[in-house]
């Protein structure tokens, strides 16, 4: 447990401190956020803004974990590895589609299929790995079943091992594409994302505290409603340092912000959660713990498709924020108001994975 206290807060304190040199270096490079035009106009007073700031919540969280683990003298996990590589893999992503927005100066950076191109080798390869490393007890960090609270009996790999692998990676990318496109739907007013994700790594950290403590691995003790999980306090423990950074982000990511995640942050973000959420065998708990961020892309999906079948749009903007922003509503109210959303969907995430284990 000093692991897990220790990760997130070294994460904590790289963010808060490193961030404003980060933001010094930026504006000395004059690497600021370039507005769509087709956005909201409150946002165009936000232009020259610094970007790509998920580099700082990245690093932040590789060192705080890191250092943690040193200072404890506590092994990494291959799990825990396999989630650093996708998030810092999405986060490369993000910072070439940032870059290239910055240097070109337009809103628009990578193609749709050079991104995507990009998640796909990111998440297939993470995907098939993650089917690898078992451990004493055979457990690989993730499996081919298709996980609610803990493994179902839907098993992807009911017709063999090798369509099961093939059927696990299509589900894999679609959780990492989904998570980390939502995350990136809802970074569009100061501090929203950051502080929506603070509360869902948050989750995380008391599930895979509480999955450690419930693993089947000491099985003798624990009785029928283990967790089949095989690394739960590693991932409780890079839940804390993403947690930790994304406090030490949310200081200086506040309205009015001195810095944006950009792409970097939120397709990292995105896919810690969705790596976390298969590794702890939560794929479906997670689209109610990250609630919010379904709201969201839920909305730009209905947006898109009602205009193209009627010409009509049911909301003024889409994603929701920008929505009530046109509405009136003042950013930070908007702001506070969708992390009370996002903080009601986590515990509401969280009551149902512990009411599970009670009833069970």
């Known amino acids: 447990m000093k692991a897990l206290l220790l990760s997130g807060g070294l994460a904590m304190l790289i963010s808060l401190l ?5 933001i010094s270096f930026l504006v000395r490079r004059q690497y600021g956020q370039f507005i769509r035009q087709d956005g909201p106009t ?5 232009r020259g803004t610094p970007t790509m700031g998920g580099v ?7 060192f705080g974990w890191a250092g943690a683990l040193l200072l404890t003298g506590t092994k990494p996990t291959a799990s825990a590895g396999l989630v650093l590589f996708l998030m810092a893999g999405l986060g490369l ?27 796909g080798v990111v998440g297939i390869t993470f995907a098939v790995a993650a089917l690898q490393f078992p451990n004493a007890h055979n457990l690989t960090p993730a499996s081919t079943h298709v996980s609610f609270i803990r493994d179902t009996r839907l098993d992807l790999a009911f017709a063999g091992a090798g369509v099961g692998l093939v059927l696990f990676v299509v589900w894999a990318n679609f959780l990492i594409t989904a998570w980390s496109n939502s995350v990136n739907l809802t970074d569009g007013l100061d501090g929203l994302a950051t502080g929506a994700s603070l509360f869902v790594f948050g989750a ?11 693993t089947c691995q000491r099985l003798a003790t624990l009785g029928p409603r283990c967790y089949e999980t095989r690394d739960p306090l590693a991932m409780a423990t890079l839940a804390a340092a993403l947690t930790g950074a994304l406090f030490g982000f949310l200081w200086w990511n506040a309205s009015p912000a001195k810095i944006f995640m950009g792409d970097t942050g939120s397709l990292a973000l995105g896919g810690a959660l969705a790596g976390i959420s298969i590794l702890t065998r939560t794929e479906i708990l997670a689209a109610v713990i990250g609630g919010l961020f379904v709201l969201e892309v839920l909305s730009d999906v ?6 193209k079948m009627t010409r009509r749009r049911v909301f003024r903007m889409a994603p929701l924020h920008h929505h009530f922003e046109l509405g009136g509503w003042g950013e930070v109210t908007i702001v506070i108001r969708f992390w009370i959303i996002a903080g009601l969907f986590v515990m509401f995430g969280v ?3 512990y009411a599970e284990w009670v009833t069970g």
């Open 18 to 22: 490193g961030t404003p040199l980060f």
């Open 42 to 46: 409150a946002h165009f007073t936000k």
């Open 56 to 62: 700082v919540i990245i690093l932040a969280t590789i």
């Open 93 to 119: 992503v993000g910072f070439l589609d940032d870059f290239i927005k910055i240097s070109r100066q337009r809103s628009l950076g990578l193609s749709p299929l050079a991104k995507v191109i990009g998640q």
């Open 204 to 214: 995380y950290v008391m599930v895979g505290v509480w999955q450690n403590n419930q």
């Open 302 to 307: 209905i947006q898109i498709g009602f205009f």
């Open 351 to 353: 009551g149902i994975f």
